[in-house]
């Protein structure tokens, strides 16, 4: 069982920075595919990016060049750094921890990108 809290979420005006971050409770994060997806309001949950227990990362067109995914095994962490936000990428977005058949999810962390 893997338990995930995402943080960082919060009001950024366009142009702007966050940094979101996913910590994951129990063992072998190292082994787990993290990644990250956003729902906006009235649309469907879209991937965002994701990063494999090898170090791989993998990006939906829409972010990037802007969007970095990184991982910290040691800390049981993810991150996605968010740069050059626009009005679009405003949505919750919600970290998933996959292995084998299973999957993770956490609660979501809402980024509004508004002037």
């Known amino acids: 069982q893997v338990q995930l809290v995402e943080s960082g979420g919060g009001l950024v005006q366009p142009g702007g920075s966050l940094r979101l971050s996913c910590a994951a409770s129990?063992?072998?994060?190292?082994?787990?595919?993290m990644c990250w997806y956003r729902q906006a309001p009235g649309k469907q949950r879209e991937l965002v990016s994701c990063t494999s227990s090898s170090g791989s990362t993998n990006y939906a067109d829409s972010v990037k060049g802007r969007f970095t995914v990184s991982r910290e095994n040691a800390k049981n962490t993810v991150h996605l750094q968010m740069n050059s936000l626009r009005p679009e990428d405003t949505a919750v977005y919600y970290c998933?921890?996959?292995?084998?058949?299973?999957?993770?999810w956490g609660q979501g962390t809402q980024v509004t990108v508004s002037s």
């Open positions: 129990g063992s072998f994060f190292s082994m787990y595919m």
């Open positions: 998933k921890a996959a292995r084998a058949m299973n999957n993770y």
